[in-house]
């Protein structure tokens, strides 16, 4: 399911909806301002419908869809580090050791 928030200057949310036409109202009521909209998928974690998804790839790089950042910290099916010779760089660039 595709996604649309809208927010304005300030970074609110104004809307969320998966609806084109709920969108296509708000859009043809708007006033003045700058708004910003951004299409995500809906989160691919079991269970989980979030729109507040980003787009995911495993370490290699191969693209595994849109999973929002809880289900990627604890319900990612795929690869986030490099886990060859027990050990691994994390995202924000620590090494870690895995045993297992
Ligand atoms: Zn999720």
């Known amino acids: 399911m595709i996604y649309y928030t809208v927010r304005d200057e300030q970074d ?3 809307l969320i ?3 084109d036409e709920e969108l296509k109202d708000f859009v043809e009521n708007l006033k ?3 708004f910003h ?3 995500t998928f ?3 974690g079991r269970g989980c ?3 507040d998804t980003e787009e995911r790839a495993d370490f ?3 693209y595994t869809g849109a999973y ?3 289900c990627y910290e604890n319900n990612y099916p795929y690869k986030k580090h490099d886990y060859t010779n027990g050990t691994g760089i994390a995202d924000d660039g620590t090494p870690i050791n895995i045993n297992y």
Do not use: E, L, R
């Open 12 to 14: 609110n949310i104004q």
């Open 17 to 19: 909806t998966s609806n």
């Open 32 to 34: 003045n301002g700058t």
């Open 37 to 39: 909209t951004k299409v």
């Open 42 to 44: 809906s989160c691919k």
């Open 49 to 51: 419908n979030s729109s």
């Open 60 to 62: 290699h790089g191969i």
């Open 68 to 70: 929002c950042d809880p």
